[in-house]
């Protein structure tokens, strides 16, 4: 089955910065790859996603890239803002079905 | 439009009791999933339903949980008996579809059960 590597487990930056998380996969069908906020104690929200046939995908000051060949993808944040501060996930799918498989999480701490 | 229900959103057992969880989909949504939430991991997919029917239960652990979605719509959960290691949040989240070309396969999620087993 799939398995999806996340990196870094935390992430710590001054606002303004930007954050980078990148994830891995290893089922080359694989074809939807989503990301999810998630803050403390509410559910996981949508915030971008991506399908295998781009390669980058932007949302204001949030851009996702995929790398086929080197099967990884990352999130990008720029200018980050306190309220970024959360938990976000990765997840890959494969083509044909919509399970999920997540990565561990990466916790963004935005510090003022 | 009216999102992901759950209910209830915390419960405190002893082990070995029985619990079960609801989850009421988006209006229109064929495609169900529960997930185990485990504190600082990922979601883990227990099992999906299209309409009523399963389509992925591979990692349900099937001597304790079941699952069952009858009119296709509402869906419970049920943990009988409860192991120390099931304390986790589970997570409900239905899609239009599913489908590797179309947006249908957009997962929305619930606000979650939180279950601690003491």
């Known amino acids: 089955g799939e398995n999806v590597e996340q990196h870094p487990s935390t992430l710590s930056v001054q606002e303004g910065d930007s954050a980078v998380i990148k994830c891995t996969y290893s089922d080359s069908a694989s074809n939807y790859f989503p990301w999810y906020k998630q803050e403390l104690g509410k559910r996981p929200q949508l915030i971008i996603d991506i399908r295998s046939n781009v390669g980058e995908k932007k949302d204001q000051r949030i851009a996702v890239t995929l790398n086929k060949t080197a099967k990884h993808f990352s999130l990008h944040i720029t200018e980050t803002q306190p309220e970024d501060s959360a938990v976000y996930f990765c997840?890959?799918?494969?083509?044909?079905?919509?399970?999920?498989?997540f990565g561990k999480g990466t916790m963004l701490l935005v510090s003022p | 439009e009216a999102g992901v229900a759950q209910s209830p959103r915390y419960k405190i057992i002893e082990k070995r009791q029985s619990v079960a969880f609801w989850c009421n989909p988006i209006?229109?949504?064929?495609?169900l999933y529960w997930y185990q939430q485990i504190l600082g991991q990922g979601p883990k997919l227990l099992i999906q339903?299209?309409?009523?029917?399963?389509?992925?239960d591979s990692q349900l652990p099937k001597d304790r949980f079941s699952a069952e979605r009858l009119k296709g719509v509402d869906s419970t959960l049920k943990i009988q008996p409860a192991k120390l290691e099931d304390s986790a949040v589970y997570l409900c989240?239905?899609?239009?579809?599913?489908?590797?070309?179309?947006?249908?396969?957009?997962?929305?999620f619930g606000p979650g059960t939180r279950l601690t087993v003491l």
């Open positions: 339903f299209q309409n009523n029917g399963v389509v992925d």
């Open positions: 989240a239905s899609s239009l579809g599913w489908g590797a070309e179309t947006r249908t396969d957009t997962q929305y």
């Open positions: 997840a890959a799918s494969s083509r044909g079905y919509s399970t999920l498989t």
């Open positions: 209006s229109g949504h064929a495609t």
